[in-house]
């Protein structure tokens, strides 16, 4: 299958929002692990006094984890789909929270500018069509030193960790998600997207190749241990 760019990759998450919260709530441990890429930031003071962006934040699962790990940051958080940024923004949160509607690659001109402390990418760098742009544009909107956590799913290169991701794919996935709105199409387009995106040492050497330092590459338990890794560096100082 060729995979959803762009608009019909947009479009395919604005018909998939209304059930999208209750198809990864029915992931053991989606939460979990987006809160522990969250707590891996290790932003200090509970985020007192940082700027703190969230990027892709889909429904505001990836905003609640930040807030988790870091209460009295100021998040602004950012995503191209309206349908799911409605889902988010329809939810009680904090002042300190706020929701813009930008496609990553369009964030100066939405008015989202820097320094931030801290930017936070989940589940989002595979589906852009051109990730390298958008990771050195993330480099010059943090601050020297600035953090950045990538949550992704990015094989290990190793053959049953694709074929385990494959499995849970066409067996739970994709049937669950042609019960919805919009169909089998987005998820059928997330499970190709892992297999045809990098590997996690390929992921990490983008990273490194777009300025970032050091980059560490750290697993995530479970059903998707080799499947999901949260991916930290630095902005150089």
């Given at each position: 299958m060729t995979l959803l760019q762009d608009g019909a990759l947009t479009?395919?998450?604005?018909?998939?929002?209304?059930?999208?919260?209750?198809?990864?709530?029915?992931?053991?441990?989606?939460?979990?692990?987006?809160?522990?890429?969250?707590?891996?930031?290790?932003?200090?003071?509970?985020?007192?006094?940082?700027?703190?962006?969230?990027?892709?934040?889909?429904?505001?699962?990836?905003t609640a984890a930040l807030l988790a790990a870091a209460p009295h940051a100021e998040i602004t958080a950012v995503d191209a789909s309206a349908g799911m940024l409605e889902r988010a923004a329809a939810k009680e949160w904090p002042g300190n929270v706020a929701f813009v509607h930008t496609p990553a690659e369009e964030l100066e001109q939405a008015g989202v500018s820097g320094p931030f402390d801290a930017v936070f990418?989940?589940?989002?760098?595979?589906?852009?069509?051109d990730p390298d742009k958008v990771l050195n544009g993330l480099r010059g909107l943090l601050r020297p030193g600035g953090r950045l956590a990538v949550h992704e799913y990015a094989l290990s290169g190793a053959a049953r960790h694709r074929l385990v991701w494959t499995a849970v794919c066409r067996s739970v996935i994709i049937p669950a998600g042609s019960l919805g709105p919009g169909g089998a199409d987005l998820y059928r387009h997330l499970w190709r997207s892992v297999l045809e995106f990098d590997t996690a040492p390929e992921l990490a050497e983008r990273l490194t190749a777009a300025g970032f330092e050091p980059v560490r590459t750290a697993p995530l338990p479970g059903w998707e241990y080799g499947i999901l890794h949260t991916f930290l560096a630095r902005a150089p100082r």
């Open positions: 479009a395919a998450f604005d018909s998939a929002s209304t059930a999208y919260d209750r198809l990864v709530g029915a992931n053991p441990g989606y939460h979990r692990q987006l809160r522990r890429s969250a707590r891996r930031l290790a932003l200090p003071d509970g985020g007192e006094g940082l700027r703190v962006l969230d990027l892709g934040c889909g429904t505001g699962a990836s990418a989940a589940y989002l760098v595979r589906n852009l069509t």
